[in-house]
Nanobody
Framework: QVQLVESGGGLVQAGGSLRLSCAASGSIFSINVMGWYRQAPGKQRELVADITSGGRTNYADSVKGRFTISRDNAKNTVYLQMNSLKPEDTAVYSC???????????????WGQGTQVTVSS
């Protein structure tokens, strides 16, 4: 059984910073892409950033230059450093990981429970 546990959300003023963490645990053979998504009230979930096991990153245009995604493969953990936060960054942030449970099996998507990020103006 695999679990993704997020931490680091909260309330911050505009211009402030937060760092999210997401640790994957369980019977994991390998993790491919890890990423962060967000969903604001009344809006569809959107990709914020993702990172491959080799360190290649991809960002939404709205967060480029402000957010940085990183990962520690030894700890099966992905991080999202969020700087210069804006009220429009307010959302529930969820982490996602493409995981193989055993040799020869296919990749499966796993999700964390989500953490609230609220940016006040």
């Amino acid at each position: 059984q695999v679990q993704l546990v997020e931490s680091g959300g909260g309330l911050v003023q505009a211009g402030g910073s937060l760092r999210l963490s997401c640790a994957a645990s369980g019977s994991i053979f390998s993790i491919n892409v890890m990423g962060w998504y967000r969903q604001a009230p009344g809006k569809q979930r959107e990709l914020v950033a993702d990172i491959t096991s080799g360190g290649r990153t991809n960002y939404a245009d709205s967060v480029k230059g402000r957010f940085t995604i990183s990962r520690d493969n030894a700890k099966n953990t992905v991080y999202l450093q969020m700087n210069s936060l804006k009220p429009e960054d307010t959302a529930v942030y969820s982490c996602n990981a493409e995981i193989i449970l055993s040799w020869g099996s296919s990749w499966s998507d796993y999700w964390g429970q989500g953490t609230q990020v609220t940016v006040s103006s």
